[in-house]
């Protein structure tokens, strides 16, 4: 029961109170909640803070969905068979829907579609670094695959057990695709490794060459300099650190890449008995830092390219929103 004092304090001291002491409880059982290892749902109360890094990091990965459809895209038309083709379109096709399960996902918390959107043109929110660089080669898109989808998953999976319900069932589904997308980069790459040509062998080893260490700065900045690590693991929306992810990544693609017989472009990769893990080289942060603030290889082709195709989609959203509208004034009619 609230204290009797609160009865002498007048109403607006008293719902001040009442506001502050129901919120306190609320907090209590959100914490609870969080302790327990149980899931948050759209329609509970939230903390601001939690609310807001969600917003941010769901939409955050949105954007990299759709953004990272722009790299292999450009080699749709460009596939060597009929089956590549089929299989890249599929997967160019999964990640725009990845892209739609996690808007979605983001406007359970309050956020349009709209806001969100106008913060990536305007530039304002970020997107992975790592699809700002370009594929220039046919083995860029199955090193994409190998790569770049094998790191996203690694990130991802434990994004599945996120404390945020919506977000966790929607990375469930995206998991599932992306390992589909693993392996038909790991496939697409080992037929050029073992039937291709002494060119394409070369071919594949440059584009490995290029894309390892932007796939190792996917997982973000070291632990000891990631300022949204220590509260995003306290509210279980990160379930494992940016370092342990790196580590687990470089232990199982040390293996993948000895069957492959491509060569991974570190002099200091080595086995670590004491640790049971393999050492890597030093990863070159300031290109990291400068491809997030904009000023990677291909930075502005991907904003203008997303850019291009919203403004190019205005009639459909139009069109959209007024065939809504007649339906809106059919229905009254009808019933
Ligand atoms: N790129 O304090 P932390 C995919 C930013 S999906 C750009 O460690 P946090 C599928 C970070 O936002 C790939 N920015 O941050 C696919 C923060 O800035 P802020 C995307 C980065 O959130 C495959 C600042 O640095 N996956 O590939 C990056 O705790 C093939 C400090 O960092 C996800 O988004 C980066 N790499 O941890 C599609 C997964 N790293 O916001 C097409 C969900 C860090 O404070 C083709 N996200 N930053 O201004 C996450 O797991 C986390 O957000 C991290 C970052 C791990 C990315």
């Given at each position: 029961?609230?204290?009797?004092?609160?009865?002498?304090?007048?109403?607006?001291?008293?719902?001040?109170?009442?506001?502050?002491?129901?919120?306190?409880?609320?907090?209590?059982?959100f914490?609870?909640?969080?302790?327990?290892?149980?899931?948050?749902?759209?329609?509970?109360?939230?903390?601001?803070?939690?609310?807001?890094?969600?917003?941010?990091?769901?939409?955050?990965?949105?954007?990299?969905?759709?953004?990272?459809?722009?790299?292999?895209g450009?080699?749709?038309?460009?596939?060597?068979?009929?089956?590549r083709?089929?299989?890249?379109?599929?997967?160019?096709?999964?990640?725009?829907?990845?892209?739609?399960?996690?808007?979605?996902?983001?406007?359970?918390?309050?956020?349009?579609?709209?806001?969100?959107?106008?913060?990536?043109?305007?530039?304002?929110?970020?997107?992975?670094?790592i699809?700002n660089?370009?594929?220039?080669?046919w083995?860029?898109?199955?090193?994409?695959?190998?790569?770049?989808?094998?790191?996203?998953?690694?990130?991802?999976?434990p994004?599945c057990?996120?404390?945020?319900?919506?977000?966790?069932?929607?990375?469930?589904?995206?998991?599932?695709?992306?390992?589909f997308h693993?392996?038909?980069?790991?496939?697409?790459?080992?037929?050029?490794?073992?039937?291709?040509t002494?060119?394409?062998?070369?071919?594949?080893?440059?584009?490995?060459?290029?894309?390892?260490?932007?796939?190792?700065?996917?997982?973000?900045?070291?632990?000891d300099?990631?300022?949204?690590?220590?509260?995003?693991?306290?509210?279980?929306?990160?379930?494992?650190?940016?370092?342990?992810?790196r580590?687990?990544?470089?232990?199982?693609?040390?293996?993948?890449?000895?069957?492959?017989?491509?060569?991974?472009?570190?002099?200091d990769?080595?086995?670590?008995?004491?640790?049971?893990?393999?050492?890597?080289g030093?990863?070159?942060?300031?290109?990291?830092?400068?491809?997030?603030?904009?000023?990677?290889?291909?930075?502005?082709?991907?904003?203008?390219?997303?850019?291009?195709?919203?403004?190019?989609?205005?009639?459909?959203?139009?069109?959209?929103?007024?065939?809504?509208?007649?339906?809106?004034?059919?229905?009254?009619?009808?019933?």
């Amino acid at each position: 029961m609230y204290t009797q004092a609160m009865d002498t304090q007048g109403p607006e001291s008293e719902d001040k109170t009442l506001r502050s002491v129901e919120e306190f409880q609320l907090q209590q059982r959100f914490d609870a909640t969080i302790d327990d290892g149980g899931f948050i749902e759209a329609k509970d109360w939230m903390p601001e803070n939690y609310r807001k890094t969600l917003v941010r990091q769901i939409s955050q990965h949105a954007h990299s969905e759709i953004v990272g459809m722009l790299p292999e895209g450009n080699w749709i038309t460009r596939a060597p068979t009929l089956k590549r083709k089929a299989i890249l379109l599929a997967k160019v096709q999964d990640e725009g829907g990845h892209g739609l399960y996690l808007y979605a996902a983001a406007e359970t918390l309050g956020t349009s579609r709209d806001q969100l959107l106008a913060a990536l043109h305007s530039g304002k929110a970020k997107y992975s670094s790592i699809f700002n660089y370009p594929t220039l080669t046919w083995a860029d898109v199955g090193t994409i695959g190998w790569l770049v989808d094998g790191a996203a998953i690694m990130n991802q999976v434990p994004i599945c057990r996120c404390s945020y319900a919506p977000y966790a069932r929607a990375m469930i589904r995206i998991c599932r695709e992306e390992s589909f997308h693993q392996r038909q980069g790991f496939d697409s790459l080992l037929v050029m490794m073992q039937n291709g040509t002494e060119a394409q062998k070369a071919m594949v080893q440059d584009a490995v060459n290029r894309w390892w260490w932007p796939c190792l700065m996917m997982f973000g900045p070291p632990d000891d300099q990631s300022p949204n690590s220590a509260q995003g693991m306290r509210w279980g929306i990160k379930r494992v650190s940016n370092d342990d992810l790196r580590q687990k990544f470089v232990d199982a693609t040390v293996e993948q890449a000895k069957v492959l017989g491509v060569t991974l472009p570190d002099p200091d990769l080595k086995w670590n008995e004491e640790r049971g893990h393999w050492d890597f080289g030093a990863i070159d942060w300031d290109e990291f830092w400068r491809v997030v603030n904009g000023n990677g290889p291909c930075n502005r082709e991907r904003l203008a390219a997303r850019v291009k195709a919203w403004e190019e989609g205005a009639w459909v959203r139009e069109a959209a929103l007024a065939h809504a509208a007649k339906q809106a004034e059919r229905e009254p009619q009808a019933a």
